[in-house]
DNA sequence: GCATTTTCCTAGTGGTCGCTACAGAAAAGA
DNA sequence: TCTTTTCTGTAGCGACCACTAGGAAAATGC
């Protein structure tokens, strides 16, 4: 349906220097810095929803035309699932990095949680986590259940992570895994809910301390 | 604008006997009961959240004409308001009952997380808790910060609860009530998300068990 | 009976939604 | 230069949004 052209995702700047023609490409070059647009359209996102933001929202703050939006990206909803993609490279890989790095499950969550408190709450940019907040309530059915498989998806990372404590013997063996793992990610929810009613990076932060007292001594 | 007849929301069960004419009331009386409408409507809302929910899917489920549904209940937004005040009272107020009749701010806060569990995952209704997500992604500022000042005031109450205990030296006089407050808040809100991520009963009643344990010790 | 009051149904209002047809503009290749 | 390709701006598509005018219908008061 749409002439999307191949390649486009593989973002080879093609418009980073407009005037001196990108070479091998024919026709009128893009008059618009693609990252730059996609960028503006994940803080849209980020701040209103994915329903709240409307096309001409999108339009507007990218700078752009409707139709120029849409030969660069597809429809809305293939724009938010670039976008959805990007803000989990740019600001949604804390958590699994904080997994990834630490040499402990419980070192892992503690710096996921603290991490949080601090990207939750940044200046100069929309408050809370995208991921949790952005399709709530959508009439886009496919949409919402993406980002819910997401959310399930990193509790279950979370769980895979503390399980493998248990079988190294870093955590007791009738540890709750499972439980602790969604504990973990009702944490990181409602301190994003926290971040979107008006908390503190200090107020998150004392949350974090709190939840952490659940896990067991080391 | 609207030309709302006083004394509507008293709901003196005017359609309760349709056709034996209420009596001192003139003119046509309504041909649909208003209380069943309005819980028709407040599970609407419920399941898809204040803008998500359009004047023809609520006239659909409550099964009315849109100029009867804006004679008995003003335009969309009062509709809401009316909704959300009904559901404070028939689904909401388990929080404050076990604030107010639980001997301890501990055992009132186990009992609010424990209760949480049920109600956020009863069966035959949507999951979750309709003031944390019904306004969430909400173009209208009003409606979303309605709902926020409702959640602050929640958790301000559970702060006042403890406070309270503290000074009866129920809880130890370092106890910081506000960051307790607040994370029995984020704990319920992240309970409500997860019921809406599809966590059973038995998954938030775990969750209500492990956020207990940052309880001082009683 | 008849006038009055209130509600209901039909059929719209203007506005915004996501999206696109079309023609002109700006580049590359021949 | 001329053709081809691609992008841009205008202008508008049908569908849905919240909301309502107008008149018929159904009750009461007289």
Redesign the pocket.
């Known amino acids: ?2 002439s999307m ?1 191949s390649g486009e995702k593989s973002g080879q700047a093609e418009a980073s220097t ?2 001196v ?1 990108a ?10 810095d693609r990252a730059t647009a996609l960028e503006k359209a994940l803080m849209a996102f980020w701040e209103h929803g994915y ?1 709240a ?5 999108l339009t507007r703050v990218m700078d ?5 939006l ?3 990206f597809g ?3 293939s724009l938010f699932e670039e976008v959805v993609q990007e803000y989990g490279v740019r600001y949604g890989s804390f958590g699994g990095r904080a997994l990834a790095e630490e040499p402990t499950a419980r070192a892992g969550v503690e710096r996921m949680l603290r991490e949080a408190a601090v990207e939750y709450t940044a200046p100069g940019r929309p408050h809370g986590c995208l991921v949790i907040h952005a399709a709530a309530n959508c009439s886009t059915a496919e949409v919402e259940e993406s980002l819910r498989e997401r959310r399930n998806g990193n509790i279950a990372a979370i769980e895979d992570r503390i399980d493998a404590d248990v079988v190294a013997g870093v955590l007791p063996p009738d540890t709750d895994a499972a439980a602790l793992a969604r504990h973990t990610g009702a944490m990181i929810q409602g301190m994003s809910q926290q971040a979107r009613d008006g908390a503190s990076r200090v107020e998150l932060e004392a949350l974090a301390e709190i939840a952490l007292a659940v896990w067991p001594r080391v």
Chains 1, 2 share one sequence.
């Open positions: 349906m749409h052209v407009p005037k023609a070479r091998g490409r024919r026709g009128r070059p893009r008059s618009f329903e933001t409307s096309v001409s929202d752009i035309g409707a139709p120029s849409y030969a660069a429809d809305k909803r």
